[in-house]
C-alpha cells in the first residue's frame, strides 16, 4: 500500500502532511507564521517569504516516510473564479518540484475543500463522501465564515456551493480583533477560549443576522464599548464567543430551511472552540473536526491525493 502527500500554506500556517493508506493514519507537521506582538497578521508578501523559509523545517519530515504514489496541494481559498491569495504559492511550488522528483502526479484543490475533508477524517465520517446527497459544511476561520453546500463528484471530489456567508467582517476575525484589545497574542482563538472559561456571565445576545447572513462588525463595536465601561476581560472575551456562538446556530437554522435535513459538518479554526461547538451539539446534530483538524493543516489535502488516486478511505 502506498502514502500520499498533501501541503498547504495558508494565510498564517505551513503544514504539510501525509496519509498512511496501510493504516489510515495520518501524520502532520505545521508551524503557525511569525506575527509581530500586537499585529492583527501579515501582508501576503511576507507570509509567502515566511513559508519559503520554514517549508525546509517541516516537510522532510514527512517526506521520508517515502513510498508516495500522488501528491496534492491548495492552490487556492476557494474552489471559486478568481479565488486567488500569493502565499499559496510557496505550497505549490514545492509540491510540483516533490512531484516531479518522485514521479508521481500532482492534484490541486483549493483550502477550503482541505478542510471540509479534514474534518471528515478527524469525525470519521468520510462515508458522506460515498452517498449519493449533499451535505451541509461550515467553514470559519479568519477568513471564511461560509456555509457550503457539498455534493460527492467523482472528478472533484466533493463540489462547493456557498449557501450563506458572513456580510462583512469573518468569525475568525472578529475573535482576533477582540483578543488584541484584549492584551492577547495572534492567534488569539485559545486563549480567548481559556478567558472566556472564567466568566460565569449570562447574556441574551440578539446577533445580526439577515436572511442567514451574519454580520460582526457589530460584536467589535460592542466588545470595545464594554471594555471601555471596564467591564472585565473575561465577561467580554464571554461575550464575543457567545455572540459567535447565536450567530452560528441563526445560520444553521436557515440553512436548514434552505436545504432540508442534510448532515451538518463543521471545519475551521473557529469551530475547535469547545463552547461554541457544545452549543451546537445540544441543538444539532453534527459532525466536528477534532481541534488538531480544525485549525489549517495539509491533512485534508493529503487526503484530498488519496481519493484523487481511487482510494476509498
Known amino acids: 500500500m502506498s502514502n500520499f502527500l498533501g501541503f498547504d500554506t495558508s494565510n498564517y500556517t505551513t503544514s504539510a502532511a501525509a496519509y498512511i493508506s496501510s493504516s489510515g493514519n495520518m501524520i502532520s507537521r505545521k508551524k503557525l507564521l511569525p506575527v509581530k506582538e500586537g499585529e492583527k497578521g501579515l501582508r501576503q508578501s511576507d507570509a509567502l517569504f515566511h513559508h519559503v523559509r520554514q517549508l525546509p523545517e517541516i516537510y522532510p519530515d514527512v517526506l521520508s516516510l517515502g513510498d508516495f504514489s500522488a501528491c496534492a496541494v491548495s492552490s487556492r481559498p476557494r474552489n471559486l473564479p478568481g479565488s486567488y491569495m500569493p502565499c499559496f504559492l510557496a505550497g505549490k511550488t514545492l ?3 516533490i512531484s516531479k ?3 508521481i502526479p500532482l492534484y490541486e484543490t483549493s483550502h477550503q475543500v482541505g478542510h471540509v475533508l479534514a474534518a471528515l477524517y478527524s469525525s470519521k465520517k468520510t462515508e458522506l463522501l460515498y452517498r449519493n446527497s449533499p ?9 471564511t465564515t461560509d456555509c457550503i453546500l457539498c455534493t460527492p463528484d467523482p472528478d472533484e471530489i466533493i463540489t462547493c456551493r456557498e449557501l450563506l456567508s458572513s456580510s462583512d467582517l469573518k468569525a475568525g476575525q472578529a475573535v482576533d480583533r477582540v483578543g488584541l484589545m484584549l492584551g492577547l497574542k495572534f492567534p488569539c482563538g485559545p486563549d480567548l477560549e481559556k478567558l472566556a472559561e472564567r466568566s460565569d456571565r449570562i447574556f441574551k445576545i440578539k446577533p445580526a443576522v439577515k436572511d442567514g447572513c451574519p454580520s460582526f462588525s ?4 460592542k466588545c470595545r464599548e464594554m471594555l471601555k465601561k471596564g467591564e472585565s476581560a473575561c465577561d467580554i472575551a464571554l461575550y464575543c464567543i457567545k455572540y459567535i456562538e447565536t450567530s452560528l446556530i441563526a445560520m444553521t437554522e436557515a440553512a436548514l430551511g434552505l436545504s432540508g435535513d ?14 461554541i461547538k457544545n452549543a451546537v451539539l445540544e441543538r444539532f446534530e453534527a459532525y466536528f473536526a477534532e481541534p488538531e483538524f480544525s485549525s489549517d493543516n495539509a491533512c485534508g489535502i493529503a487526503l484530498y491525493a488519496a481519493l484523487k488516486s481511487g482510494l476509498k478511505v
Not at 451535505?135 to 477568513?143: K, T
Not at 457589530?218 to 463595536?221: I, P, R, T, V
Request: glycine share 22%.
Open 135 to 143: 451535505f451541509i459544511a461550515f467553514h470559519l476561520s479568519g477568513g
Open 101 to 103: 522528483s518522485l514521479g
Open 218 to 221: 457589530g460584536l467589535e463595536n
Open 95 to 97: 509540491a510540483d518540484g
Open 262 to 275: 442534510l448532515p451538518l459538518v463543521y471545519a475551521g479554526g473557529v469551530m475547535s472552540n469547545k463552547i
